[in-house]
Structure formats: C-alpha cells, structure tokens
C-alpha cells in the first residue's frame, strides 16, 4: 500500500529575514491566447471578473486572482491555494469558440513558491542583487518583471506602495534565494 505524503514546500524550515514570509501553495496557472482576439479576451474579461494586461510587465485582478503580463501572448494566472481547477474551468469556458492549438493553459502551481517581502526596506535588499530599477519612478504597484535576484531567475512582482513585493522562485533556488536575502538583510 502507497503512502501519500503531504505537500511540502521547499522552504519548510528555512529561515527567511524579518519582513519576509513565504506564501506557499499559491495557484499558478500559464495561459497563453492571441491578444488580437478580442472576442476572446472579453470572455476572458467577464469570467475572470477584469480583463488581462495587456501593457508589459504589468498586473491585474480581482477577487483574490491576478494575472502577471509575462509576454506579449502570455500571462501568469495566480489565486488562493487549491483553486486550480476553477480557475482553469473558468478560462475552459471562455475558449468556447477558440482553435486550441491558439489558446493553452498549464497549471505550474508546482513550478513556483512565493517569497513575501515587505517594509522600508524591501525595495533596499531587492536592488542590492536585482538588475532592474524598482524606484517607484519606474516600478510601482501593479508592476511585475521576470529578471534574476542574487543570479536566480525570479518573478519580482509590487503588490503595494508600502512597499510589498512578491519573489516567484522555481523550488529548486528557493533556499538559495531565501540564505541569500538573509545574508543580504544583515549587511544592510
């Protein structure tokens, strides 16, 4: 008889600095539809309850559920733990009428955890090992970039003007990036 064994993060018992959480679990769906399909992306729109970014590196949503502007055809679904299914019936529904070999969504909610970063001095640590601008000039609520921090590729995405960030990490640099913000806290 098989043992099934209970999620576990890759962070579980890693220690992150103050100011840090990690948000586990989170759904992660990849979707990708033409955005000159306008009837689409109004299915889309109403289902979801906003419509998709479509300006670049970019944020919206409603409801618990955002999408991340990750190219020009492609965005990253995120909502509550264990709401893939819905999430992904919801999109099923609004392809009514689209070839699917146009349209596609993935679940990677295991492709991913969450670094929650926040504070004074989120913005501080991130730039110490993050190449992209994240002044509030250029880098604001709602603005989200695939980049690296400390060399590994992240999704660094402001949820707020405090500032709050959320870091999208693959599980394999999670600790890394997690011994890294420590590392990086402490000299600052």
């Not at 959320?166 to 599980?171: G, K």
Request: aromatic share 6%; net charge negative.
């Amino acid at each position: 008889m098989s043992t099934i064994e209970r999620a576990r993060s890759p962070l579980d018992g890693v220690v992150l600095p103050d100011g840090c959480h990690e948000v586990p679990f989170l759904t992660q769906l990849d979707f990708r539809l033409d955005p000159r399909d306008e009837t689409t992306l109004a299915a889309v729109a109403v289902g979801l309850g906003f419509a998709l970014p479509l300006v670049p590196n970019t944020v919206a949503g409603s409801g618990g559920v955002s999408a991340l502007w990750l190219g020009p055809d492609e965005w990253l679904l995120v909502g509550p733990p264990g709401t893939e299914a819905d999430l992904e019936t919801t999109l099923r529904r609004a392809f009514g009428h689209v070839d699917t070999s146009a349209a596609s969504i993935v679940d990677v909610s295991a492709n991913r955890t969450t670094i929650e970063l926040a504070g004074p001095r989120a913005r501080e640590l991130l730039e110490a090992g993050c190449p992209i601008d994240l002044h509030p000039r250029a880098f604001g609520p709602g603005r989200c970039a695939q980049t690296v921090l400390a060399r590994a590729n992240v999704i660094v995405w402001q949820t707020t003007a405090e500032p709050r960030y959320r870091l999208l990490i693959r599980p394999s640099f999670a600790a890394y990036v997690a011994a890294w913000l420590l590392d990086a806290a402490a000299s600052r």
